[in-house]
């Protein structure tokens, strides 16, 4: 008969100290040993296993609990994880997400002629094992297992409750591993993009601090000519390119479509808008400003985007003007055709591209030369 939660982990306030421990450790993986600690009290076990593959290098692969024989998880996955006699005959009685029981699904007698038991668990003076298998969308499932001596009783439904209160919370946080690794992924990409790019761009966050340059425009920056970076934040030294500077950079990180701006001499500004992490800081990406200089020739990745996606030369246009920093009805204008018109290229350059947004459209043409 099942017990309730508070009951299983010894009251509440373990029960939810432990839920809040399994969310601490998505930021701070090194805090998983001590939620598999927490689980094996609560499930009254020897030894807990965790095996999951979030994509997150921060994340291990393989953990156990910090009582345990460290040599034991080792042993597991170089060799005893490929004669686990009792993971096939679990996947077959017990569906994804339900707690499984080992002496369930295969006798105990069976069991003890097996060499997983007679070389791995009698030696770590193990018999009985109980755990879960948590499916985690768009990556492998999740394993955790817990063990404990023959000496002991078999882990029953009572011990089930444990793992099944924990599931979703487990469940989600994998999920959040796996999401702040592709935003890691994601910044890592888009800074290298940014390095490589032939044209100077600035990444700011939403109050308008720099959070991303790449060498093009630090060196800009550094000469301080036209624009230059104070306390973090862009600023001119000429008052009338100042106001007009901050009045752009505000309408856009306030939600506005950005826009383009020649400050005095020849250098443009182009500010539009781009959500997205960065890695290493709590702020995200706001918008992104590009610099060139008018009175050179502005290079076009037309050419590569043609060839790569078999785009239109009137598609390869718009999406170069996109990359410029116009906005859709500033292509129509600046081209000269209807809005709708403007629209309908738009969008078979995203699905031609395979990019979802303008923002992704840009971080894609980031990383093509100029030609």
């Keep these: 008969m099942f017990q309730n939660p508070e009951v299983a982990f010894g009251g509440s306030a373990p029960m939810l100290e432990l839920i809040e421990q399994i969310y601490a450790a998505v930021q701070t993986p090194a805090l998983w040993r001590g939620v598999l600690d927490g689980i094996s009290e609560a499930a009254q076990a020897s030894q807990t296993f965790l095996f999951t593959d979030t994509g997150d290098p921060a994340m291990p692969r393989a953990l156990s609990a910090g009582k345990s024989d460290p040599a034991a998880l080792s042993l597991f996955v170089e060799h005893y994880a490929a004669v686990n006699v009792l993971a096939e005959p679990c996947d077959a009685m017990f569906p994804d997400g339900e707690v499984r029981y080992s002496h369930w699904a295969v006798e105990d007698t069976e069991f003890e002629r097996s060499e997983f038991y007679a070389d791995f668990f009698r030696p770590f003076d193990w018999h009985y094992s109980y755990g879960i298998k948590i499916p985690v969308p768009g990556q492998t499932p999740a394993y955790l297992s817990c063990q404990r001596p023959k000496h002991h009783r078999a882990f029953d439904e009572g011990d089930g409750v444990v793992l099944e209160t924990l599931r979703p919370h487990l469940q989600r946080a994998f999920q959040l591993h796996q999401q702040m690794a592709g935003m890691r992924a994601e910044t890592l990409g888009l800074e290298a993009a940014l390095d490589a790019a032939e044209q100077a761009v600035i990444g700011l966050d939403a109050q308008g601090r720099m959070v991303l340059c790449n060498p093009r425009a630090m060196a800009m920056l ?40 020649k400050l005095r001499g020849t250098l443009q500004v182009t500010v539009s808008p781009y959500r ?67 629209r309908s290229h738009v969008k078979r350059v995203l699905a031609k591209t395979g990019a979802r947004r303008q923002s992704d459209l840009v971080r894609m043409m980031l990383r093509l030369p100029v030609v």
């Design 222 to 261: 550094e000469k301080g000519v036209g624009i230059r970076l104070v306390q973090g934040r862009l600023c001119c030294p000429v008052m009338v390119d100042q106001h007009a500077l901050q009045g752009l950079l505000t309408a856009t990180l306030l939600g506005g479509a950005g826009g383009a701006m």
């Design 276 to 342: 997205g992490a960065v890695q290493g800081r709590s702020v995200p990406l706001a918008a992104l400003v590009f610099l060139s200089d008018s009175g050179g020739v502005v290079g076009s990745r037309s050419a590569t985007l043609r060839a790569l996606y078999g785009l239109t030369p009137a598609e390869a246009r718009i999406a170069d003007l996109l990359l410029g920093g116009l906005e859709v009805r500033e292509v129509a204008e600046t081209l000269r055709i209807t809005l709708e018109t403007a």
